[in-house]
């Protein structure tokens, strides 16, 4: 995705939303999930991700999308990357999850507003507002990502 001056906020924004989702993700072994991947498993994996989000989101909302990567090399650590679509009321993001040891990361590779509104700047209000509704408990979660 050509990045934009709003790309690197609405990152943050889903990121932070679906970070427990991509805890979640992290218990998993990297080499069952390099397994699914490489024999192209992509229904084991789309409930993997299921299960993993059903426990923050309202069904649907975060889905496994069109496939997945990883990187494995001789001594080094492993790094899963799985495609994500996040369909929070009115919007779409198209995103890559990368997984390893550590920690886990989030590139948006496109946002669809349905319905899109006057300015960017609303437009990323209504994103942040869309995930915000679609999780099953607020408490404890900022309202605002600014």
């Known amino acids: 995705m050509k990045k934009?001056?709003?790309?690197?906020?609405r990152e943050k924004i889903?990121?932070?939303?679906?970070s427990p989702v991509a805890s979640e993700l992290r218990l998993l072994d990297a080499a069952d999930l390099i397994s699914l991947l490489r024999f192209e498993l992509y229904g084991n994996i789309a409930d993997l991700v299921s299960s993993a989000a059903e426990l923050y989101f309202h069904p649907g909302?975060?889905?496994?999308?069109?496939?997945?990567?990883?990187?494995?090399?001789w001594g080094g650590p492993p790094e899963v990357v799985l495609d994500l679509e996040i369909k929070p009321r009115d919007v779409t993001v198209y995103a890559?999850?990368?997984?390893?040891h550590d920690h886990a990361g989030l590139e948006i590779c496109h946002v669809a507003f349905h319905n899109p509104l006057g300015s960017p700047e609303e437009n990323t209000r209504l994103l942040r507002d869309s995930l915000q509704a679609a999780r099953f408990c607020n408490a404890g979660v900022s309202p605002h990502y600014t």
């Open 4 to 9: 934009c001056p709003y790309t690197s906020q």
């Open 14 to 18: 889903v990121a932070e939303a679906i």
């Open 61 to 73: 909302t975060v889905n496994f999308g069109a496939g997945g990567e990883y990187r494995l090399e």
């Open 96 to 100: 890559q999850l990368t997984l390893t």
